[in-house]
């Protein structure tokens, strides 16, 4: 269609065609149009010919930066056929970018669409992945179980049960030249995610895919989908759904692992887990305190009753930095220093001068408020004594009197409850009790102070234990 067009106008060259197949126009990978927008900066091009606007680009925001920005500073006039666009035609600006809009529209509700599709084929246990995983091969869109490939997985649960940890299984795996899950399926000529660009020959096990394999309820025959979600239509990013929204499916294919065996497997994943959170050498200075002689990490250690940072080399007699330092001091060290420069950067007598303004505007304020209340409440003690008087002069019945008094007297212990709470608060007005100026120092370190104001903090020592604290900021 397009290449006719040009054979009918006397005056247009074909230059260059630019097709991204099997790739929507919504999509970010698509290198065609990436070359096709190369050769438009550089002059190659003075007509960007295509069937529609959506073709070029369903979203707005790339419409908007080429075809009605980039495109008029480079030049360039956009034809689009079907949807009848020339940007030649000055008139059409308008129906581009209701196009643009509609095209949004259109693919967000294609992208919902889609998602409820999928979710309902997941709940009935039909693996939506064009992608078996390692150990099964797709018949369709039932998983079978790859003979030589389930072999390794099996030796992989093997190995963990004898001992071996991820690291190790990874390395003997390796020694044994057996082929990684990348390396294998590009072996099979079984179809891998194209996305992936990485050179698949070197891909070797490593610790994640032995991980992957001893987590994944797969090899015992259960379809675990709905990891993960994208973003948006727009933006194809995954992100990781909650557990409990994961779609579970039961003895929905062959199993490669018995369930004990499986179950024995997670037992000591998570007992490893547990043991790695109360070890880790975690505190609100992990990752800043280095030691200045030799700059390696210093490690925070407790004993009964004393907790310190030490150097890690100097345990193994390799540094000579033996003094250790008290995390409690180290750390009111730290909390001076922050506050010291923080008061660097703010004058605190015209901090207090404007508080003070402030809390003066605000208690007369108050006091304006007081008045008027203690004002109503007087009027309201007139209209009672009036109401006393015309009903002495029985202008008033004695049923009228009673409700215009119970109205009355209500009203009055409003005015005065309200008249208590502002005294309260007049006297409650003081700098000191002020939220801003309460909070002008900061009394506790946390790791998100520390992390916002300091690189790193260098500890050395001078002689005789005396310390050098060198805190670099960064600031
Ligand atoms: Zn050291």
Not at 74 to 95: G, M, Y
Request: proline share 2%; aromatic share 10%; charged share 30%.
């Amino acid at each position: 269609m397009l290449l006719d067009f040009i054979k009918r106008n006397k005056n247009f060259l074909f230059v260059d065609e630019y097709c991204d197949e099997n790739i929507s126009g919504a999509g970010t990978y698509r290198p065609e149009f990436e070359r096709m927008i190369y050769d438009c900066k550089i002059g190659k091009l003075d007509i960007v010919l295509c069937k529609s606007q959506s073709r070029f680009s369903r979203d707005i925001e790339i419409v908007e930066k080429y075809i009605n920005n980039k495109f008029k500073e480079w030049k360039i006039r956009f034809i689009s056929l079907a949807d009848n666009i020339d940007t030649e035609k000055n008139e059409t600006t308008k129906t581009r970018q209701i196009n643009a809009l509609v095209n949004e529209w259109y693919l967000e509700d294609v992208s919902n669409n889609i998602k409820s599709a999928l979710k309902i084929k997941m709940k009935q246990g039909e693996l939506i992945s064009p992608f078996a995983p390692y150990g099964f091969k797709k018949n369709k869109n039932i998983l079978e179980i790859d003979k030589e490939a389930s072999k390794v997985v099996k030796n992989i649960y093997n190995l963990f049960l004898s001992g071996y940890n991820y690291t190790s299984i990874a390395n003997y795996l390796n020694n044994k030249n057996i082929p990684s899950p990348s390396l294998y399926k590009y072996q099979k000529k079984i179809k891998l995610n194209i996305v992936s660009n990485k050179p698949r020959e070197e891909i070797l096990w490593n610790n994640n895919t032995i991980k992957t394999i001893l987590n994944n309820e797969i090899y015992i025959g259960n379809l675990i989908q709905g990891k993960r979600t994208t973003i948006s239509y727009k933006n194809h990013k995954t992100v990781s759904k909650d557990k409990n929204n994961w779609i579970r499916k039961e003895n929905t294919h062959p199993k490669i692992i018995n369930k004990e065996t499986f179950m024995k497997v997670q037992n000591i994943i998570n007992k490893k887990k547990k043991n790695n959170i109360r070890t880790r050498n975690n505190h609100i200075l992990s990752g800043k305190i280095f030691c200045y002689k030799c700059k390696n990490i210093m490690r925070k250690k407790s004993t009964k009753n004393n907790t310190y940072l030490t150097c890690i080399n100097a345990e193994k007699n390799k540094c000579n930095n033996r003094n250790s330092i008290n995390y409690e001091i180290l750390k009111s060290i730290l909390l001076n220093n922050i506050n010291n420069l923080v008061k660097e950067f703010f004058d605190e007598e015209l901090l207090i001068n404007k508080i003070n303004n402030y809390v003066i505007e605000r208690k007369k304020e108050i006091e304006k408020n007081l008045i008027e209340k203690q004002n109503n409440y007087k009027e309201i003690n007139i209209y009672i004594k009036n109401i006393y008087e015309d009903k002495i002069n029985k202008i008033l019945s004695e049923e009228d009197f009673n409700n215009l008094l119970n109205i009355y007297n209500n009203e009055k212990n409003i005015y005065k409850e309200e008249i208590e709470k502002l005294n309260k608060k007049i006297k409650n007005i003081d700098i000191n009790n002020f939220i801003p100026y309460k909070h002008r120092e900061i009394k506790e370190l946390d790791a998100e102070i520390i992390n916002s104001f300091i690189d790193k903090i260098e500890i050395d020592n001078i002689n005789n234990g005396e310390r050098n604290i060198i805190i670099t900021w960064n600031i």
